[in-house]
């Protein structure tokens, strides 16, 4: 499994309302228990015109089928090649 | 070569050429059948007029499907080699018709353009003559085309073409065969007894006389064809070689490639040209008749007809520039049945024909493109995608569902939820256009389901507005309103100006048709408007435009509707958005109708309605105009069969907006002849048709028709304007409504519910309109009820007066002979000032004068006043 950072472009979706983050966390959550690959999806980041998500899947396409599943866009999806934080300096 | 009975035809083009001379240029349109000489004509003509004009010629191919602007590729060698770069580089089609007609009108000598066999022409190119036809008055160019009229009769958009020029502009002459006796003269001089034979034969076709007196065998042979094949027969084997190959290419074949084929044919060519069998034309060879290609090419057996194509389609795979002409190829590659040549190269020609605007054509490649495409291709779905789209814009709407629905399966099983969404509400408005509604309505809430995830997509921004759509044009304004306000939000916060535009109109146009005040309604249609024009969103102004028209007449506010009709109309008349204008024009005439203007109503009734190609719901507005007229001025015959068919094709609409006007305009007929209510229709519309009959202007308009029939009403319905008022008894605020929106009709109808004073006068407008028919049936209401001095119909003196001033306007005449001003004349006859001035205006037109005192004048020279 990899993990992945997709880029959601979407203008103004740091005004969308919390029962639209609901349906959209719905969405995407039914599509992951509809795919026969292994998915997981991890938290997604809402900004002013932006949607990151951090997901856990076999591969890139996966990530694209779960988007085309859902009808999200997905503009840009890149693979997450390592992961520091401050105890990296250590 | 004498020709034979085709002086007439001859003296016409010379009296255009010497009106082309004198700086007036004209169209002219040849048609006839195959061989009847149409071509012999044109050259006779031009070789008249050789040296003394400028003579440009392009011709329109049989090929599987033509060129896009395949005659402009023609004349542009001839005319000026930089429109060459221009055709294969620019795909603006504005720019490409504009340029040529600069190259047209270059000073100089005059032009004679020639366009053959436009039955076969592409939608572009139909467009450029269209284009050019209009602006040809303008232009020192005498614009000569040929086409088969037996064929024009199956294309659509040259059928259409002719009932879009304007008269005067063109001339359409079907050129005739020969008669009986001239082919018994010419059997005569070929030294044959008699030309009964050939004449039965050939019934007078010219090219099939000519092949056969020719005399290649001996006697007359049993068929035309043989004459041909004897000659074929006869010659060597390079020469059949030579003439297989040239019979299997519509569009000719230049020298160089003759002898890349085969380096002995150049050498043939030479007897074949002598003997005229053979011409030549811009360095292109051709038979001297297509019918003469056509014999020889199905002479052939299909195997060798096969690999001939094949041959010459490698050929052209070989040489690079003839990627220029596409349909040729594809043609080809069809025929030579080589299937991956097709699949990859019809989808490039598709592109390039719909780039150009030739859709039908666009649409005939992308389905051969889908026939000769891998099944298992994933760019298949793009293909029936593309193929339902061109369909769609070419009115050919069952194909076009059911490509759609192949599109809708495929991303279905690849899962693709936002294209899935899309592809259902497509398939909804194709649903809608064959008058489905209910499939359509399923369909668009379908969409609106698979779409929605809470992701503000443009694809569900459109599903709520095609919904929104469909439930106002079903007149549910509940749904419309729903729906409609979801695609505003959602447009606005993607700032999609182009959906903002539609939803609006939408939520506009339900808000106008069920509310006694239009003023928040209109609002949104206005800004629907603003925002289109700003964006040059064409589609979407004229939309607005007929919307905005179509509310004023509904709701009965005759200036403001005159106002936006006026801008409207130029608007789509200067973008070629024909069925709009077509549309608004249906709906202006029932204005034309209502205010007494009925030679100019009946004209342009009669004018949308000889359109053959007119969709319904142009049609009807312009059948139940016309059907109205006829009962009001008396001729309940035409009426009659006007409203049987206004029933037969409404219903097809299940639209109260079809449907209503057709059944009011049958309960006027009923009220006026006392012939039997169209009971059965009204209750099943009563029952079904409407979501809402509360504030509706539709439901106002039938009961007001049902009330005035003595029909029993639904109770408790909030009816809406100055129907209610009258329906209620307030006649007289009734109307003065009437008057002030300009509706002269139900101003008169409503003084009828007054007191004697205001009948009679009700009954003088409705003569001074020519509504007889009406008036007489209230006269003899009136004198059962014992009312006596009833004016009597316009006489005949003023009927005849030379100015065709009406009765009431020579009775303002004389008020204003002695001196009278408006208001005074007001009082004097019971009209408002307005009504006044609107009188005057017209006396003055009538008179050709400016003021009033001239206007006194005028009218005592004439004899008018005394």
Sequence with gaps: ?90 | MELVERDAYLSMLAEQYQHLVNGVGHTVFLGGEAGVGKTSLVNRFLEGIAGKAKIYTGACDSLFTPRPLGPLYDIAGQLDRSLLELLRNEKDRALIFTSFLQALSTPGAPVVLVFEDIHWADEATIDFIKFLARRIARIPCLFLLTFRDEEANFYIPLKALFGELPAGLFTKRIVQRLSREAVDRMALEKGYASGKEVYALTSGNPFYVTEILASYSPGIPEKVKDAILTVFHGRDETTQALWEFLSILPSGIDYKKAEQIDPHFPKGLEHCMRSGIIVSKNDFLYFKHELYRIAIEESMTPYRRKSLHHRILQIMLDCPVEFNNLSEVVHHARLADDRATVARLAPQAAKEAAALGAHLQASKLYLTAIEYTDPTDPMLVELYERHAYECYLTNQIAPAIASQQIVLAMWRERKVKLREGDTLRFLSRLWWFSGHREQSIALAREAIEVLENGFPTRERALAYSNLAQLSMLADDPANTLLWGNKAIDLAQRMDDQEILSHALNNVGAVQIKFSNDATEGAAKLQESLAIALKNGLHEHAARAYTNLSYSYVLIRQYKKATTFFDEGLKYCEERDLKSWSYYMESERVKILLDTGAWPEAEALALSLLSNALQPITTKIGAIVTLARLKTRRGEFEEARQLIEEGKRIAPQTSEAQRIVPVLTAAMEFSWITGEPLPLEELKGVEESLFFQKDTSWHYTALAYWMHKCRLPLTSNIDFVGPFRLEMEGHWKAAAEQWEEAGCRYEHALALLGGDEKHQKLGILLLDEMGATATSEMLKLKLKGLGMRNIPRGPRESTRNNPAQLTGRQIEILNLLQGGAPNKEIADKLFISPKTVDHHISAILSKLEVTSRAKAVLEAQKLGILK
């Design chain 1, 1 to 90: 499994m990899k993990k992945f950072i997709i880029e959601r472009e979407l203008p103004g979706a740091g005004k969308l309302t919390p029962s639209e983050l609901k349906s959209i966390a719905t969405k995407s959550c039914e599509v992951v228990d509809n795919l026969e690959a292994q998915y997981h999806w991890i938290q997604t980041f809402v900004t002013d015109n932006k949607l990151y998500c951090v997901h856990i899947a076999p591969d890139r396409e996966t990530v694209l089928e779960h988007a085309r599943q859902g009808g999200f866009p997905a503009d840009k999806v890149s693979e997450v090649r390592s992961i520091m934080d401050p105890t990296t300096s250590a």
